[in-house]
């Protein structure tokens, strides 16, 4: 009785430690994708930043059209 028991708390034991590995994949998979999307997220910024500076002669147009109405 007392190896069966042993088995199984080092079959428990087992499981436990391939979950707790499975579940830093997965949190490491998670930190990769939040970098990614960060990382174009300021690509973005970037591209509208450089669009809204260099597009300053529409943005006066728009507002002379707003103070017309």
């Not at 069966?4 to 087992?14: F, K, S």
């Not at 707790?20 to 930190?31: L, V």
């Not at 300053?56 to 103070?67: E, N």
């Amino acid at each position: 009785m007392e190896a069966r028991q042993q088995e199984h708390m080092e079959a428990m034991l087992g499981h436990e430690r391939e979950l707790e590995i499975r579940q830093q994949k997965q949190e490491e998979a998670m930190e990769v994708r939040e970098r990614d999307m960060l990382s174009q997220i300021q690509q973005m910024k970037d591209m509208l930043s450089m669009f809204i500076s260099s597009d300053s002669v529409g943005d006066r147009r728009s507002r002379a059209g707003t103070s017309r109405s």
